[in-house]
């Protein structure tokens, strides 16, 4: 058996996975500022440091936020919310 073969099959072993399960991936799509994106407007927040966020969907339907100074447009998708609800413990009882 090669070693490339035993590289696979190592990486699908139960220790390995769970491993792996702990490693957090990146949430969400911070898009630069030269992206269009079509959107609806819901609302306007500052934070306690006097940042000034566009609350928004996209016309998909995905929440995102933008920031006025910047340009910059950060989108989250509805299996990226299931997830992180999943995680939070909205299926324990």
Request: net charge negative; glycine share 6%; charged share 25%.
């Amino acid at each position: 058996m090669s070693d490339q073969v035993k590289s696979q099959k190592e990486k699908a072993t139960p220790r390995v996975m769970a491993q792996q399960a702990h490693i957090k991936k990146p949430v969400g799509e911070l898009l630069a500022a030269d992206r269009l994106i079509m959107r609806v407007h819901a609302g306007t927040v500052t934070d306690e440091n006097g940042n000034t966020f566009d609350m928004a969907h996209s016309i998909s339907g995905c929440p995102m936020i933008e920031n006025p100074r910047t340009n910059k447009k950060f989108l989250l998708s509805w299996e990226e919310i299931m997830e992180m609800a999943i995680e939070a413990g909205i299926c324990d009882e």
